[in-house]
């Protein structure tokens, strides 16, 4: 299945809670993913449980192709957002850091859930960003069949693209069912990915002051 991530400019309406400045526009994010037919998914599980020796023939499972389908389309699909951003008038030159954002996520290799948090951390520029579009930017990389490294990676540069920060840093720690509940079956093992970017990469201090604050340095 093939997919489009498109960022676009929107309007956003000053009355709408967000703090949006009057006739300033705003990004608008939208994932749009192409050829999405749920009626051949569902098929398609169906004959995915069947090939496993799984009938769906009894009252309990006879749904289940259906529910799989819209399951797995709800995984895949993010909700669009506005980037909302204000101007930095005061100068703010501090680390802001969103810790423990959820992240639940499908691994690509397996099709098996993963799990954890994410700290989302900028130095700001000359725009400052709403503190809810750090989690809104996190669900919009994971839902689709990602890797960890990978989601990491994505959310930092698309902050360092379009927020023009002076710093960027993204820790994510992650539990992966491909190797709590299969092979290995390493239970309460987790994962841990980082990417730092501009002086959170560069300055000794602020990429210390990060690390400590996230709990990746201990």
């Known amino acids: 299945m093939s997919e489009r ?10 009355l709408d809670g967000e703090g949006a400045i009057p006739g300033r526009p705003a ?4 994932h749009e993913p192409d050829g999405v037919d749920l009626a051949a998914a569902e098929a398609a599980a169906g004959q995915f449980l069947t090939a496993l020796g799984i009938p769906t023939a009894s ?3 006879r749904g289940t192709p259906g529910r799989m389908a819209r399951a797995y389309a709800e995984l895949f699909t993010p909700r669009p957002f506005d980037l909302t951003t204000f101007p930095n008038d005061e100068g703010y030159d501090e680390l802001v850091l969103a810790r423990r954002i959820p992240v639940r996520s499908v691994c690509e290799h397996h099709l098996l859930p993963f799990v954890g948090t994410a ?6 520029g000359a725009r400052i960003l709403g503190l809810s579009k750090l989690a809104r930017i996190v669900e919009h990389f994971a839902c689709r069949p990602q890797v960890q490294e990978r989601l990491t990676k994505q959310v930092a540069d698309w902050l360092q693209t379009h927020l023009e920060p002076k710093g960027v840093g993204v820790v994510i720690e992650a539990e992966h069912c491909c190797m709590t509940l299969r092979g290995v079956q390493a239970t309460g093992s987790s994962t841990m990915t980082s990417t730092l970017l501009g002086l959170l990469r560069s300055d000794a201090r602020s ?4 690390l400590a604050l996230t709990g990746a340095a201990s």
């Open 5 to 14: 991530h498109n960022v676009t400019a929107a309007r956003i309406d000053p």
């Open 27 to 30: 990004l608008r994010v939208v």
């Open 59 to 61: 009252e309990s499972l």
């Open 119 to 124: 700290h989302v951390g900028y130095l700001p």
């Open 207 to 210: 990429r210390s002051e990060f």
